[in-house]
C-alpha cells in the first residue's frame, strides 16, 4: 500500500506565499505532478518533476511556482509564490510508480483579494 499525506493548504491575501509538500511512504517513485481543481473547472496539471530532477511547469504557474523534491524524505514540494484569487482551488498531489498511480487528498488553497 503506497500512501501520499499532503500539507500546507490554507488561506492567504494576495500576494502571499505558501508552501505545499506531499510526503510517500515509500521512495520508488519516478515522477510527480501537482493538479489543481477549481469550483467549474477541470483538473489541470501545474507542474511535474521527475525523480532525476527535470521540472515543467504549466503555463497557468506564470513563473511563481517552483516545484522541487527530497529524495532522502521521499517528499516533494510546491512553493508558491505571488499568489492570485486565480490560484484558488483544491491542489492535488500525484505520484507515478512502476505499478500504479496513486493522489493525496488534495488540501484547499483559497487566495483572497
Known amino acids: 500500500q503506497v500512501q501520499l499525506v499532503e500539507s500546507g493548504g490554507g488561506l492567504v491575501q494576495a500576494g502571499g506565499s505558501l508552501r505545499l509538500s506531499c510526503a510517500a511512504s515509500?521512495?520508488?517513485?519516478?515522477?510527480m505532478g501537482w493538479f489543481r481543481q477549481a469550483p467549474g473547472k477541470q483538473r489541470e496539471l501545474v507542474a511535474s518533476?521527475?525523480?532525476?530532477?527535470?521540472?515543467n511547469y504549466a503555463y497557468s504557474a506564470d513563473g511563481r511556482f517552483t516545484i522541487s523534491r527530497d529524495g532522502a524524505k521521499n517528499t516533494v514540494y510546491l512553493q508558491m509564490n505571488d499568489l492570485k484569487p486565480e490560484d484558488t482551488a483544491v491542489y492535488y498531489c500525484?505520484?507515478?510508480?512502476?505499478?500504479?498511480?496513486?493522489w493525496g487528498q488534495g488540501p484547499q488553497v483559497t487566495v483572497s483579494s
Open positions: 500525484n505520484m507515478h510508480f512502476k505499478f500504479g498511480d496513486y
Open positions: 515509500t521512495s520508488f517513485w519516478t515522477h
Open positions: 518533476i521527475a525523480q532525476g530532477g527535470t521540472a
